[in-house]
T-cell receptor, first 115, second 110 residues
């Protein structure tokens, strides 16, 4: 059983609010990821990190930002939420150093609704 | 670039029916292949994986064989249960990232 946590699980907020979605893992994994999952189920990588102080944008352009100050923590921030940000956000981590056989472990997700 | 093509859903089966969900891929090099499952309201869970050609991954009665010659990794189960109702994602890992298929919704009726 993977130990990766996301809070909150559900969030409903108004337009223009700043929000931070939390993601933590206790497995000591060096790599962490954020995915956005649209209602059609497809997953899109929006951010990833290969270690502390390393962050990169993913395939899907996103107005969110991330930080990686500690190995176990990878929060995602939206400075000004809009209805177009309504989605499910999934955090994941993986641990094999440099190999291509990494298995990614996923958190339970945060379902965000922006009114 | 790398890509994964999954059988489109939704798929509806009766309990104890045989399941196949097709997955083919395009990739440079020798990727690892995965099947993930997502139950309602949850994140993705690793179902099974295979790291090289002809490997068979298996878990909870599900199986998939890494076929390099046909670039496929089809998911099969001999007898599905209502509890198998979920969304199934095929994925490949290369260049240190996962590339997912679009997901296949499976509903199993009692």
């Amino acid at each position: 059983e993977a130990d990766i946590y996301q809070t909150p699980r559900y969030l409903v907020i108004g337009t223009g609010k700043k929000i931070t979605l939390e993601c933590s893992q206790t497995m000591g994994h060096d790599k962490m990821y954020w995915y956005q999952q649209d209602p059609g189920m497809e997953l899109h990588l929006i951010h990833y990190s290969y270690g502390v102080n390393s962050t990169e944008k993913g395939d899907l352009s996103s107005e969110s930002t991330v930080s990686r100050i500690r190995t176990e923590h990878f929060p995602l921030t939206l400075e000004s939420a809009r209805p177009s940000h309504t989605s499910q956000y999934l955090c994941a981590s993986s641990g094999a150093a440099g190999g291509i056989t990494d298995t990614q472990y996923f958190g339970p997700g945060t379902r965000l609704t922006v009114l | 670039g790398d890509s994964v093509t999954q059988m489109e859903g939704p798929v509806t089966l009766s309990e104890e029916a045989f399941l196949t969900i097709n997955c083919t891929y395009t990739a440079t090099g020798y990727p690892s292949l995965f099947w993930y499952v997502q139950y309602p309201g949850e994140g993705l869970q690793l179902l099974l994986k295979a790291t090289k050609a002809d490997d068979k991954g298996s878990n909870k009665g599900f199986e998939a064989t890494y076929r390099k010659e046909t670039t496929s990794f089809h998911l099969e189960k001999g007898s599905v249960q209502v509890s198998d109702s979920a969304v199934y994602f095929c994925a490949l890992n290369s260049a240190r990232q996962l590339t997912f298929g679009s997901g296949t919704q499976l509903t199993v009726l009692p």
